[in-house]
Antibody, heavy 121, light 109 residues
């Protein structure tokens, strides 16, 4: 079974750094793009960008470029989303999702369960 | 950047009725590049439809997708209580970003 399992909820203060994870199983991790999606409280889905684990090729949405960093650890089939300096406006649920077809950026399936990030002083 | 606009924002229907959800693109897109997702409260989104009209594994035949160019539709026949959710369309492919529409909330009366 293809599965993405994300790390647990985080509570941080403004200015702190954070790295959340998305552990993949049940498929060849290095062959499928992984997308990151933000959902602010009570709002819709926002596509943040994608990373290809095979070579760490990364594409960021203009809205998120420079604010977050995507990375992977192929040895443990895990993708990461990182912030160097959090803001209160980063408070949201963050999802990882796998591109359904190997080597292509297509629809996302499956999705991780989400990681809730709360940034508050 | 292509913008996807979903309408209506909220749809309130009775069980057994048909729900018609619209997704409009700001310019022509290939039909092979549109997906629909269902998100129930407190859960992650779930893939319903890909390539405009192909149902994902395990999705009931009551759900169907159609459209081309700039106008796309998700139809839910014989609405059931478990269909209460927010539905999102998404553009994907090599043209980035992979935009989402704003969502349509389906309520059952």
């Amino acid at each position: 079974e293809v599965q993405l399992v994300q790390s647990g909820a985080e509570v941080k203060k403004p200015g702190e750094s954070l790295k959340i994870s998305c552990a993949a199983s049940g498929y060849n991790f290095i062959s499928h793009w992984i997308a990151w999606v933000r959902q602010m409280p009570g709002k819709g889905l926002e596509w943040m960008g994608v990373i290809f684990p095979g070579d760490s090729d990364t594409r960021y949405s203009p809205s998120f470029r420079g604010r977050v960093t995507f990375s992977v650890d192929k040895s443990i089939s895990t993708a990461y989303l990182q912030w160097n300096s959090l803001k209160a406006s980063d408070t949201a649920m963050y999802y990882c999702a796998r591109s359904a077809i190997a080597h292509r950026r297509v629809w996302s399936d499956p999705w991780g369960q989400g990681t809730l990030v709360t940034v508050s002083s | 950047e292509i913008v996807l606009t979903q309408s209506p924002a909220t749809l309130s229907l009775s069980p057994g009725e048909r729900a018609t959800l619209s997704c409009g693109a700001s310019r022509n897109i290939r039909s092979s590049l549109l997906a629909w997702y269902q998100q129930k409260p407190g859960l992650a989104p779930r893939l319903l439809i890909f390539d405009t009209s192909s149902r994902a594994t395990g999705i009931p035949e009551r759900f169907s997708g159609s459209g081309s160019g700039t106008d796309f539709t998700l139809t839910i026949n014989r609405l059931a209580p478990e269909d209460c959710a927010v539905y999102y369309c998404q553009l994907y492919g090599t043209s980035l970003p992979a935009t989402f529409g704003g969502g349509t909330k389906v309520e059952i009366k």
